[in-house]
């Protein structure tokens, strides 16, 4: 009987064809993880791929679309701390069909790999989601984040009395942070075009083999939409380091 694969993934695949037309002008000439957090000297794709490096991965499959030519010769020319393979989706095939058409060149197909969608800042300990997943053996996880509420709140009591003002609280809810950890099988569990998130998940929900790892206490988190989400990002490494 062969072993089974290791829980902690040595491979992932990076989500990185997006538009980004909310960041422009930043977006004009490149793509979305090809944009710098002011500071920090590297491109989104750059603090990816070292958090990646450092929490044991070895291969990553990176998918390109919107100005692909661009991320490729960063890639080219950049001192990279794992091994990167790249394509170019020719043609739209959904959130769900790119996920599958990346994940076909991954180097093990036999073992679990993990994807992040290419313009998120994070870090956090991967292997916890890894061993998270692996307890529970689901066919994919998702990292869970509670984002921060950009407006202001009033507090009040049960007969409408003003009691505080709280200033960018943490949301009520948890979303999906868009880095994930999955089974070996679940490539043939995605569509060849179409959205995973409408198909896939719900699907792996309803037989309770999908699980949700909400980040840890501390772990920064930030998706990179728009030129506030840039200085904001920015404001942070202040606090948190890059």
Not at 102 to 112: D, H, N, Q
Not at 116 to 144: C, K, Q, S, V
Not at 219 to 224: E, V
Request: hydrophobic share 40%; charged share 20%.
């Amino acid at each position: 009987m062969a072993d089974a694969p290791h829980p902690y993934p040595t491979q992932a695949v990076v989500l990185a064809g997006g538009q980004g037309s909310r960041l422009r002008p930043y977006t004009d000439d490149r793509p979305k993880p090809m944009v710098e957090i002011p500071g920090t000297g590297s491109p989104i794709i750059g603090h990816q791929l070292n958090w990646l490096a450092e929490e044991g991965v070895t291969d990553v499959v990176i998918s390109c679309g919107h100005f692909a030519e661009v991320l490729q010769d960063w890639l080219a020319s950049a001192q990279l701390p794992l091994r990167v393979t790249t394509i170019v989706e020719t043609e739209p095939l959904g959130r769900g069909g790119g996920l599958k058409y990346a994940a076909a060149s991954l180097p093990r197909p036999e073992e679990p790999w993990y994807a992040t969608n290419g313009d998120i800042w994070t870090r956090f300990p991967l292997r916890e989601m890894a061993a998270f997943h692996h307890e529970r053996d689901a066919e994919a996880t998702l990292a869970l984040a509670r984002p921060r509420i950009p407006w202001g709140v009033v507090e009040t009591d049960a007969f409408g009395h003003v009691l505080d003002f709280i200033e960018a609280p943490p949301s009520p809810y948890l979303i999906n942070a868009g880095v994930y950890a999955f089974s070996a099988a679940f490539r043939d569990l995605l569509p060849a075009r179409g959205d995973h998130e409408r198909t896939t998940f719900p699907r792996l929900a309803r037989e309770r083999r999908l699980a949700g790892y909400p980040l840890p206490h501390g772990a920064y988190w930030r998706a990179i939409d728009t030129a506030k989400d840039l200085a904001e990002a920015a404001k942070d490494l202040g606090v948190h380091g890059r």
